[in-house]
């Protein structure tokens, strides 16, 4: 079953939003969740991930966003503050099952749901 995101939306830049991933228990029971993001004519860009041992974020929104997980709910968030114009894109959720070698590889990741359009004016 797919992950599914919602929280996106259009904010100010300054501004935040929480960006919420609902999963099935079997989705959430990867060792890793993760966040990224494509924006129009650029590459999928990692931005941060979650397994049992610790987070990881991208140079890009460290200090800015905080990746989090709620095992009861099976939800993965993202909160993110700080927002700039270039945070602007189509943020997904993804699993990896196993271990991830590189957690900023999109290839480690075999869940992903369709993502949630987030949109930073300036």
């Known amino acids: 079953v797919q992950p599914v995101e919602s929280g996106g939306g259009l904010v100010q830049a300054g501004g935040s939003l929480r960006l919420s991933c609902a999963n099935s228990?079997?989705?959430?029971?990867?060792?890793?969740m993760g966040w990224f993001r494509q924006a129009p004519g650029k590459e999928r860009e990692f931005i941060a991930a979650?397994?049992?041992?610790?987070?990881y974020y991208a140079d890009s929104v460290k200090g800015r966003f905080t990746i989090s997980r709620d095992n009861a709910k099976y939800t993965l968030y993202l909160q993110m503050d700080a927002l700039k114009p270039e945070d602007t894109a189509v943020y997904y959720c993804?699993?990896?099952?196993?271990?991830?070698?590189?957690?900023?590889?999109?290839?480690?990741?075999?869940?992903w749901g369709q993502g949630t359009q987030v949109t930073v004016s300036s």
């Open positions: 993804a699993g990896a099952v196993k271990r991830p070698h590189n957690y900023a590889s999109a290839d480690e990741y075999i869940y």
């Open positions: 228990a079997r989705t959430f029971s990867s060792y890793a």
């Open positions: 979650a397994s049992w041992t610790g987070t």
